[in-house]
Nanobody, 123 residues
């Protein structure tokens, strides 16, 4: 059973930074691509960023390029999302997710999801 537990959300001012963490357990973390999604109030869930199993490749939504950075520490079974220059429109619940099959890029089936962490940016 794969478990993903997010942390690091909170209430910040526009222009501030936050780093989200996602601790994974239940399988060999270093074999799977990981991603972050978000869901704002009244909107659907949207892709934010993804990183390959080795950390050598990544992808970002246009809305966050240049402001957010996804990274991973396979020794700690953790993926991170560094969020800089936060805007009010970044307010959402952020979800960590993992691809199903190992060693695949780009990820195509996010089979595992965390419970989410709330990020609120006040303007």
């Amino acid at each position: 059973q794969v478990q993903l537990v997010e942390s690091g959300g909170g209430l910040v001012q526009a222009g501030d930074s936050l780093r989200l963490s996602c601790a994974a357990s239940g399988r060999t973390f270093s074999s799977y691509s990981m991603g972050w999604f978000r869901q704002a109030p009244g909107k659907g869930r949207e892709f934010v960023a993804a990183i390959s199993w080795s950390g050598g490749r990544n992808d970002y939504a246009d809305a966050v390029k240049g402001r957010f950075t996804i990274s991973r520490d396979n020794a700690k079974n953790t993926v991170y999302l560094q969020m800089n220059s936060l805007k009010a429109e970044d307010t959402a619940v952020y979800y960590c997710t993992a691809d199903g099959p190992p060693s695949r890029w780009p990820p195509r089936s996010y089979d595992y999801w965390g419970q989410g962490t709330q990020v609120t940016v006040s303007s």
